[in-house]
């Protein structure tokens, strides 16, 4: 008579032993490695930020402008913010020697209603805060008008993705350069475009946009449909193209670029402490003409 034993079920049990003896010490160990290390990072002399971007919209005075005035804060003080409400701001039009005050209105806004633009003209803002003066000189460059706004698939990068475009006429015998945002009501921040007319002087030039998809967070970020965009198209300096270059590219390359690249540098504008160079500021006086238009997707 032959007997067999079935051994199977006691090898089974003995790998569930085995696995969950293993499950558990690695959860053990998970959690007994988890600690919280607070970094003290040095937070750095405080500095002050200025944001003088005065824009003349064509067609109309121009006559309301603001600049904007705030401390540095801490890394990671990043909803933080430090107006600066003791200061005191004038912009000089040097051309014809007219001075425009700004008045604090709140939480280091400063306001004029009786600023008045002048194309080519040279302008000069002056900050006196602390006992220092900072100072910072512009032209104000103008813009060509916005022309025929439409949209179509065929110029972007993406044959199957909508893009917008515009075009406007470039002045002739003259370097020129220009700065154009693009935001839809459904972007927390604008796209900013740069272009220079040093092999297109003179020509009819098409500015085009177009979103693309975000493969790290699968947002849709495509235009679309009943998308409302906003255009605003500007006349800059070179000075201010160059600023403007660096800057972008500062954050392009910190949205997830090449591991190459260049490290980020302090990136200094316009504005010289004239008083005290070592307390230099950051931020940038800008004098410019500008085109708006809205365009919704159809």
């Known amino acids: 008579m032959n007997v067999e034993f079935n051994t199977n079920k006691k090898k089974q049990m003995k790998f569930i032993n085995k696995k969950t003896f293993f499950l558990l010490i690695t959860v053990i160990m998970t959690i007994s490695c988890t600690e919280v290390i607070d970094m003290e990072l ?35 003080n990043v909803n933080e913010r430090k107006p600066v409400t ?16 700004f008045t604090q209105d709140e939480n280091g806004s400063y306001k004029t209603t009786t600023f008045q633009p002048n194309a080519n003209h040279d302008y000069l803002i002056r900050i006196t805060y602390k006992g ?47 700065l154009t945002g693009f935001k839809t009501e459904r972007d927390l921040f604008t796209t900013f475009d740069l272009t220079k007319d040093e092999f297109i002087n003179g020509n009819l030039i098409k500015e085009t946009w177009e ?14 449909k009943d998308d409302v965009v906003s255009i605003v198209h500007q006349g800059i300096s070179e000075q201010y193209y160059v600023y403007m270059n660096i800057l972008i590219n500062q954050y392009n ?12 540098v302090k990136l200094k504008g316009n ?3 004239v008083t005290n160079k070592d307390n230099y500021c950051h931020g940038y006086f800008n004098v410019s003409e500008v085109s708006k238009a809205v365009y ?3």
């Open 296 to 298: 919704t997707v159809q």
């Open 42 to 76: 040095p937070e750095g002399e405080e500095r002050l930020v200025v944001e003088a971007n005065i824009l003349w919209e064509k067609n109309t005075t121009g006559n309301e402008q603001e600049v904007k005035l705030s401390l540095t804060t801490p890394y990671y």
């Open 86 to 101: 003791d200061a005191t701001v004038i912009i000089i039009n040097t051309t014809i020697n007219e001075t425009y005050n």
């Open 132 to 178: 220092e003066i900072y100072e910072g000189a512009e032209r104000l460059m103008m813009v060509p008008e916005i022309q025929d706004i439409s949209q179509s698939k065929s110029e972007g990068q993406d044959d199957e993705v909508l893009e917008v475009k515009f075009f406007y006429q470039d002045a002739p015998d003259e370097e020129n350069y220009y």
């Open 211 to 224: 979103k693309i998809d975000d493969t790290d967070t699968s947002e849709n970020e495509e235009l679309k």
């Open 253 to 264: 390359s910190g949205q997830g670029g090449s591991p190459f690249q260049a490290i980020p």
């Open 271 to 273: 504005i010289v402490n």
